[in-house]
């Protein structure tokens, strides 16, 4: 490794850039209402918009997972940077619903280079340990950045400020990752296994990856659903949207810092299984609760969601080794293809629901809770399905290790 890498401005500047990934979740999540009304947006092209987030993320980190020991992490942070800033200044001067369209897929394109640069950067500048820690501190920050987002969202909002100035929040942290970056030295890439390209592929066929990898595209949108849309089916409930997804996103944040002792005890299919319990009772919470009570949802969910992403991810490299790094990325890709395949049909969902409770007489406050309940009972449905495969796969896999400690490599 290259002494004169400057470690820790490195280190540094991919905590803001994964920060600016978690903003443009969750300020994008806050000013929905905003743009629907700005632009005359329906729910569902608002799905649309959500899921070029989602599409533009699996495209690049795949991408740049495969090219990154030729193409570079400095490159593709570079790629990131062009990409973000462009992104993040169609959608503030976005003159309607295509140009949404195209900033929000550059967004997310953004977001995976980060993504496909910065996890292998990180272990190219630590070994050991000290890699695990580095790499835990630096997830941290997908989860911390939404919870920081939602507030800075929900404030702007309390004191009149439009979706524009909330967007231009999101720049801070783009611009700091570009100044921690610039001129600094990159490590060298390390050479790649010993393994090849076919025996990961070949790895990929066995049935425990088929059935992880189909399980990925349920606990993704199970995660990023109600989430993504909390401000419109969560607006007339009675409590703070954007204060909702930030209690989640804590609890996630906290929930991650024990992964490793959690999976100890109960093992990777317990914790899955005993996460997909508590998300399906935590969106069925919110389907029916209202005031006060809508926070306890939030903990519920949170604590349902927090482990889904690092112990799917840790049950390929525990249980698919041979599919190596490609297999993780590959696995992470389809759970944020399918949220993105998700978005447009959730929007339907509400606009559905709208029209069906319109029909019934309602109106107002009392129409949006409704819609958005009957929205989040459809969405619980994906957790649900869960608990049934993931009771299967408990069966599967009991008489297997299961209960190795998950690397928190991913967030």
């Not at 309607?96 to 394109?109: A, M, V």
């Not at 995660?223 to 401000?231: A, L, N």
């Not at 969902?349 to 129409?367: C, E």
């Amino acid at each position: 490794m290259n002494e004169n890498v400057n470690k820790s401005a490195l280190f540094n500047g991919s905590c803001f850039a994964l920060i600016t990934t978690a903003f443009t979740f969750s300020i994008r999540a806050g000013i929905l209402p905003q743009l629907a009304e700005s632009f005359g947006l329906t729910a569902e092209q608002l799905g649309f918009i959500n899921s070029m987030w989602f599409l533009g993320f699996p495209i690049a980190m795949i991408i740049g997972g495969l090219v990154y020991h030729t193409f570079g992490p400095k490159n593709i942070m570079m790629v990131a940077f062009v990409c973000h800033t462009i992104g993040i200044l169609l959608t503030i001067f976005a003159g309607g619903y295509s140009t949404l369209l195209i900033s929000t897929l550059l967004i997310g394109i953004g977001n995976g280079c980060t993504e496909a640069a910065c996890n292998p950067m990180i272990a190219d500048m630590y070994s050991g340990n000290k890699m695990q820690s580095m790499l835990g501190r630096f997830h941290m920050w997908f989860p911390g950045g939404i919870l920081v987002g939602s507030l800075i969202s929900y404030a702007m909002k309390a004191q009149g400020f439009g979706w524009e100035a909330q967007m231009w929040v999101t720049m801070i942290p783009t611009v700091a990752y570009f100044i921690l970056f610039f001129g600094k030295t990159f490590p060298k890439t390390q050479v790649a296994g010993a393994i090849s390209l076919s025996e990961n592929f070949k790895a990929m066929l066995s049935p425990v990856y088929i059935f992880l990898f189909c399980c990925m595209a349920l606990t993704a949108i199970s995660e990023f659903g109600p989430g993504q849309w909390v401000s419109i089916v969560l607006g007339s409930s009675g409590a703070k949207p954007m204060l909702i997804l930030a209690l989640t996103a804590g609890v996630a944040a906290v929930g991650r810092i024990f992964t490793g002792p959690v999976v100890e005890t109960l093992g990777q299919t317990g914790v899955l299984l005993a996460g997909a319990v508590l998300a399906t009772i935590g969106v069925y919470m919110f389907s029916v609760v209202t005031g006060p009570m809508a926070y306890v949802a939030a903990v519920v969910f949170g604590l349902g969601i927090c482990y889904f992403w690092p112990v799917m991810i840790g049950s390929i490299a525990h249980r698919v080794p041979r599919s190596s790094a490609l297999g993780m990325s590959i696995v992470g890709g389809i759970g944020m293809f399918s949220t993105a395949i998700f978005q447009p049909i959730i929007g339907g969902w509400i606009d559905s629901a709208r029209a069906d409770n319109t029909a019934k007489g309602l109106s107002g406050t009392a129409l949006e809770l409704a819609t958005g309940q009957q929205a989040l009972l459809n969405m619980m449905f994906f957790p649900a399905i869960l608990v049934v495969l993931f009771i299967i796969f408990f069966v599967w896999q009991k008489n297997s290790k299961s209960t190795e400690a998950v690397q928190l490599a991913v967030h």
